[in-house]
T-cell receptor
């Protein structure tokens, strides 16, 4: 159980293109999902917290107009990198936490999306 | 953003050896998690710790939540080739704050 699916697995596109990444919780509902970015040989850094039916909460230094997040249902959150540039190339990973009465539910991660901007 | 200090940064061991790594923080966390990440994939949860002093095992893996709530360790016994990867600790404040703060990672390599 607690499977998180991310799509696409990798994207290569030209500078200036907007790219949408999907994160789905396959067998559970998640009112909250999280988006991380990981540069080579580095740890995961939280970009934003995605809340179903409301605006996302962005971490300091993350441009909300650059990284658009939509969490329209309890099983789907999307991250759109608008007008992507080479410096946006990275490994983007989402996670989701089971929405349940028990607050002790860990985050489960998707397999990540490798974004390469030429 | 904040990161947890994880040590060692990398380990080179022979198959069958035991492994120990730890994670320390300057602030308190109420949940500690250990994840393993293989190249090109997302982290996979290994062990979750919810109570200070808690010692939890998952097969050959054992992890402990430090009494001070500022540290945790992970042990792997009798390592096998599939243990190769990067291990991350993560702390969660809890009490409504679900955000995870990740450690700097420990890269485990098994020497043939």
């Amino acid at each position: 159980g607690a499977v998180v699916s991310q799509h696409p697995s990798w994207v290569i596109c030209k500078s200036g293109t907007s790219v949408k990444i999907e994160c789905r919780s396959l067998d559970f509902q998640a009112t909250t999902m999280f988006w991380y970015r990981q540069f080579p040989k580095q740890s995961l850094m939280l970009m934003a917290t995605s809340n179903e039916g409301s605006k996302a909460t962005y971490e300091q230094g993350v441009e909300k107009d650059k990284f658009l997040i939509n969490h329209a249902s309890l099983t789907l959150s999307t991250l759109t990198v608008t007008s992507a540039h080479p410096e946006d190339s990275s490994f983007y990973i989402c996670s989701a936490r089971v929405t349940a009465g028990d607050s002790n539910q860990p985050q489960h991660f998707g397999d990540g999306t490798r974004l390469s901007i030429l | 953003g904040q990161q947890l200090n994880q040590s060692p940064q990398s380990m080179f061991i022979q198959e069958g050896e035991d492994v120990s790594m730890n994670c320390t923080s300057s602030s308190i966390f109420n949940t500690w998690l250990w994840y393993k990440q293989d190249p090109g994939e997302g982290p996979v949860l290994l062990i979750a710790l919810y109570k200070a002093g808690e010692l939890t095992s998952n097969g050959r893996l054992t992890a402990q939540f430090g009494i001070t709530r500022k540290d945790s360790f992970l042990n792997i016994s009798a390592s096998i080739p599939s243990d190769v990867g990067i291990y991350f600790c993560a702390g969660q404040e809890g009490f409504g704050n679900e955000k995870l703060t990740f450690g700097t990672g420990t890269r485990l390599t098994i020497i043939p």
